[in-house]
Every structure is written in structure tokens, then in C-alpha cells.
């Protein structure tokens, strides 16, 4: 049984920051690539950034350069720093292996920012 549970979200400014967690049970997070992934309303759910088990970092060109991606081996969890946070950025994330698989995905946590 695969659980992916996400926290961290909340409501910010534009311009602010906020760190997602994603905690994973389990027995998948030693072997494969983690991603975070965010559904808007009315929108796709799309690949915000993705990790391998040894740490390399792919992301999404609407990110780049202000999200950052990082994993804890030890502790089953991926992270996702979100700074100059924009109000298009307002979302709900997910995060998920990569590819994902539809029954590993979790509540997710709520991003919104105002401008």
C-alpha cells in the first residue's frame, strides 16, 4: 500500500514563498523518480518539477529558476520550495512517482496566492 500524503500549503502574497512537503509510505521512495505536479481550476494537471533517486532535477520552464526540488532519502520525503510565487502559480499540488501512476495520488495541499 502506497500512501503519498502533502502539506505546506496556504494562502501567500505574490512574491512570497512557501515549501511543499510530500511524505511517502511504503516501499517506493528508494527507487523512483518523485515529481510534484499541480492541477489549476478549469486546467490540466501538469509536471511542475521532478527528481531522481540521485538527485538530478528537471523543471517545468514556468518554475525554472524559482522553485526548487529536493528529496530526504532517509525520511521518504520530497520537498518543493516555491519562491517569487505568482498569482498563475495558485493551484493545487500534488506530488506523485514520474511518470505517475493514478493510484498513488494523493488530497494534495492548496496553493494560492493574490496579487
Known amino acids: 500500500q502506497v500512501q503519498l500524503v502533502e502539506s505546506g500549503g496556504g494562502l501567500v502574497q505574490a512574491g512570497g514563498s512557501l515549501r511543499l512537503s510530500c511524505l511517502a509510505s511504503?516501499?517506493?521512495?528508494?527507487?523512483?523518480?518523485m515529481g510534484w505536479y499541480r492541477q489549476a481550476p478549469g486546467k490540466q494537471r501538469e509536471l511542475v518539477a521532478r527528481?531522481?533517486?540521485?538527485?538530478?532535477?528537471n523543471y517545468a520552464d514556468s518554475v525554472k529558476g524559482r522553485f526548487t526540488i529536493s528529496r530526504d532519502n532517509a525520511k521518504n520525503t520530497v520537498y518543493l520550495q516555491m519562491n517569487s510565487l505568482k498569482p498563475e502559480d495558485t493551484a493545487v499540488y500534488f506530488c506523485n512517482i514520474y511518470p505517475w501512476r493514478a493510484n498513488y495520488w494523493g488530497q494534495g495541499t492548496q496553493v494560492t496566492v493574490s496579487s
Open positions: 527528481i531522481t533517486v540521485d538527485a538530478t532535477t
Open positions: 511504503g516501499s517506493i521512495f528508494s527507487i523512483y523518480t
